[in-house]
């Protein structure tokens, strides 16, 4: 088989250094840990081609009753009925300890969760951030040359007052909503891949992930809902959520007011909204693949239905 680019289909690139930032408790570790059973397993992460490798979770904060419960859950709603002999967690760890895991296991990817807790010094300068950084970076060689790729999940600062952390929702630039995350810049900076997950609520979305690659551009939003099990209700995998699903109740009444064809203009007079809101609205639709704009006729956009 021919060597692919990629751990991760246009996410995470083959000997690739790559963040992961969110809240605590926002979910990151559940989406970590199943992009880590895609890897190993070499099946789809949400849609997304996977290379199967060897995969080392170094675990630092979560514990191994925990750890275990949520490695259980997340195969299950992965349908992988037998354990995988190409996943492996482990509990803490040097960095020597760690570079020869690497050495013998020549895993195609590592996680670490999470970086502060494994290594509290790149919150504290960019000199010592950057030291990490470039032994993640060395990490990769290690591998006989076939480059093991690293993602280390990490935490955003805690909002302020004045400077408040925008979603990653909006239709801003990525780049400032990373200008939150917590500690020295260069772990941002030297980052191929700066992946943010948030907590979201609109129709069956529970949470949304928004990427930015180095030289690359931005990869994304992808809204994700949670499997759950059928008897007891806990959560297992993630799944891409698309189309009207993503929408709640009035956003979907909305919809079914508007024409199949319509100006922004008209949007307003229809629904009596101000402009902001129906804004917000059709940014909504377009990023759920249900309206597309066909371009600017005059003064105004003109807006498409797709379903």
Partial sequence: MKNSPFVVQNLIAVG???????DSNAGKTPFAMQLALC???????????????????????????????????????????????????????TRDEIASDVREGKPSLIIIDTMRSFNPDTE???????????????LSHVNNGNGTSSLFLHHPKKDQEKH??????????????LS?????????????????????ESGQAEAIVRATRRGEGEFGPLKLGRIRQDQSGDELAYVQITGKS????????????????????DAVKLLG???????NLLRTLI?????????????????????
Avoid: C
């Fill in 287 to 307: 990023s759920s693949g249900l309206l597309e704009k066909l371009g600017k006729l005059k003064t105004a956009t003109k807006y498409k239905k797709t379903q």
């Fill in 273 to 279: 909204w101000n402009k902001k809101a129906v804004s």
């Fill in 124 to 138: 504290e300068s960019n000199t010592k951030a950057a030291n990490v950084m470039r032994w993640l970076k060395n």
């Fill in 16 to 22: 690739s250094v790559n963040m992961l930032v969110g």
């Fill in 180 to 200: 939150f995350v917590a500690g020295a810049s260069a772990i941002v900076n030297q980052s191929d891949t700066r992946i943010g997950f948030e907590a979201y």
């Fill in 39 to 93: 890897v190993a397993a070499g099946i789809p992460f949400l849609g997304l081609k996977t290379t199967p490798g060897l995969v080392l979770y170094f675990d630092f904060e979560n514990g191994v009753e925990k750890m275990m419960e949520l490695y259980d859950r997340v195969r299950e709603g992965l349908g992988i009925a037998e354990d995988l002999d190409t996943f492996r967690l482990l509990y803490s760890g």
């Fill in 164 to 177: 408040e952390r925008p979603s990653l929702d909006s239709t801003g630039p990525m780049q400032h909503w």
């Fill in 246 to 265: 993503l929408l709640g109740q009035k956003y979907r009444e909305a919809l079914g007011h508007l024409p199949e064809e319509f100006h922004f203009t």
